[in-house]
């Protein structure tokens, strides 16, 4: 059976960050997509979020937005607020759309207590304490308890886009190019999913209903 997929409304948040940006470009073609930028919706502020949806025939929501706890960041502090606020100030709306598809990380898991291939299981063996972490696992806490929304746990994505200034794969891959030597403190494996990787999956959740409420997206080998 073919999809009509231009008649689905995606509403992709985060469309400026680096993944947001390639799922606007990927979509784009497929799905009419919305993809504002802060300043046409601030997503801390539940009244424009309420208004946005109402005004906008919204089918399946990418929620991609984080504000960033980096060294590049401008602004590190309020994690916790911002990214939970965001998060439901969306998701307060549930019945302006059909689904949602959250785009999750590892840090979830606690990086602190990290360990080799840990399973979707493996969740709430800790609670972490970096404001990131801490904001993930809340959110994913609450996923746990509803259906229409599915958290994907994305480890060490790279690809078109990324800062290649604080990206290991990136600054890797820029140093290899100019001939300059790559340093880390200690030989690891790590997991790795090139960002094209990651649109089929999101196709898959699109249009189907996952049978759990979480998943990792990671790669069966690890690089080392």
């Known amino acids: 059976m073919s999809h009509n997929y231009k008649e689905q409304t995606l509403f992709i948040t985060g469309g400026s960050g680096f993944i947001g940006k390639n799922l606007v470009e ?51 502090t309020n ?25 999750g990380s590892g840090a979830v898991y606690d990086m602190r207590h990290y360990a080799p291939k840990m ?7 800790h ?7 801490f904001s993930k696992y809340v959110t994913a806490k609450y996923i746990e308890q509803v259906h229409n929304i599915v958290e994907l746990r994305v480890f060490g994505i790279f690809g078109e886009y990324e800062d290649y200034s604080i990206r290991f794969i990136s600054n890797a ?13 200690q030989n690891r494996r790590f997991d790795y999913i090139f960002v094209d990787d990651l649109m089929p999956i999101i196709d898959y959740f699109a249009e189907n209903d996952g049978k759990h409420a979480a998943y990792n997206l990671t790669p069966d080998n690890a690089i080392e």
């Open 119 to 125: 399973s979707e299981d493996y969740f709430d063996q």
């Open 79 to 103: 994690l916790v607020y911002c990214n939970t606020r965001m998060f439901f100030n969306i998701v307060r709306n549930e019945g302006y759309y059909k689904k949602m598809i959250f785009i």
């Open 26 to 76: 990927y979509y784009s073609g497929k799905y009419n997509v919305l993809a504002p930028r802060h300043k046409g919706l601030d997503l801390l502020d539940e009244d424009a979020v309420r208004n946005y949806f109402r005004k906008n025939n919204i089918d399946i929501v990418v929620h991609c937005a984080t504000k960033p706890g980096h060294r590049n960041a401008k602004d590190a």
């Open 173 to 185: 891959i820029c140093k290899t190019l100019f001939d300059l030597p790559i340093t880390i403190k």
């Open 127 to 133: 609670v972490p304490t970096d404001q990131h972490g």
